[in-house]
């Protein structure tokens, strides 16, 4: 269901939310666990927050 959420709120398929969350997880930026059978996803506030923080740093340099 939060799936169907996210794609009509960023007008992208299911299958294209599903591809970058799983390119999201795949570098830490997103963690999910097994509750149930859908995958409880959230977001790596801490990672996402370093990222941020390094990415404006490539940017200024």
Do not use: Y
Not at 30 to 40: A, C, F, L, M, T
Request: hydrophobic share 45%.
């Amino acid at each position: 269901m939060w799936l169907a959420i996210f794609a009509d709120a960023l007008d992208m398929s299911e299958a294209a939310v599903s591809h970058h969350l799983r390119i999201l997880w795949m570098n830490g930026l997103v963690r999910h666990r097994r509750n149930g059978k859908p995958r409880d996803q959230k977001i790596h506030r801490t990672r996402i927050t370093q990222f941020s923080v390094s990415l404006q740093e490539c940017v200024r340099n």
